[in-house]
């Protein structure tokens, strides 16, 4: 069955450090997106891209955070300068079409210290 | 309550017996969804049910949908060890984004 790839699985970084976040999406899906989840927390809603754009972003995703599909089959997570707070497992997703249920990744555990 | 309340928070029951968790959501919505997580890993997509169905099974599970009192409920029947997880309801509304919106989620215990 085809999956969404995260890289990578697990990352530490030091604060104020830029990290970007990895994520292959499944081929003939046209949406997708990055969501965090704090640990213990409940799954929150980053970003939505389709037609190699921003569609809708959350109020989390501030100018901190940016995306991008450079080649056709990466899709990228950026942060500029990472926070403590920032630490989360990070879940990359995509879908085929509307109406269509979502395929997550395995995410990426970011840890900042 | 915020969109997507799952309740009881944490279920513990025997293996055999069947599970019924709920959700409860504020805003209208395109289509709910159920998700599974298992400790410390990513979330896999169970069943997806429309504003416009009022049930729908996929094997061992069936949800139901009541968009008149904003709530859902999933009910996993003859339950295993191997369905211990965390359960979440997600709430997508119309249009492209496709944007979800997760409940708190309920933990499961199956024990064998």
């Known amino acids: 069955e085809p999956e969404v790839t995260q890289t990578p699985s697990h990352q530490v970084t030091q604060m104020g450090q830029e990290v970007i976040l990895r994520c292959v999406p499944i081929?003939?899906?046209?949406?997708f997106y990055w969501y965090r989840q704090i640990l213990g927390q409940k799954v929150e809603f980053l970003v939505s891209?389709?037609?190699?754009?921003?569609?809708?972003k959350s109020e989390i995703f501030d100018d901190q955070f940016s995306v991008e599909r450079p080649d056709g089959s990466n899709f990228t997570l950026k942060i500029r300068s990472t926070k403590l707070e920032d630490s989360a497992m990070y879940f990359c997703?995509?879908?085929?079409?509307?109406?269509?249920?979502?395929?997550f990744g395995s995410g990426t555990r970011l840890t900042v210290v | 309550s915020q969109q997507g309340e799952e309740d009881p928070q944490a279920l513990s029951i025997q293996e055999g017996e069947n599970a019924t968790m709920n959700c409860s959501y504020k805003?209208?919505?395109?289509?709910l969804q159920w998700y599974r997580q298992n400790s410390g890993r990513g979330l896999v997509h169970l069943i997806l049910?429309?504003?416009?169905?009022r049930e729908k099974h996929s094997g061992r599970l069936r949800v139901t949908l009541d968009t008149s009192k904003k709530s859902s409920s999933l009910l996993i029947t003859a339950s295993r060890a191997a369905d211990t997880a965390s359960y979440f309801c997600?709430?997508?509304?119309?249009?492209?984004?496709?944007?979800?919106?997760f409940g708190q989620g309920t933990t499961l215990q199956v024990k064998p």
């Open positions: 997703a995509s879908r085929q079409g509307v109406g269509n249920g979502y395929t």
């Open positions: 081929s003939n899906h046209l949406y």
């Open positions: 891209f389709y037609n190699n754009e921003i569609s809708e």
């Open positions: 805003t209208s919505i395109n289509n």
């Open positions: 049910i429309r504003s416009n169905e």
């Open positions: 997600a709430t997508g509304r119309s249009g492209n984004t496709g944007k979800l919106i």
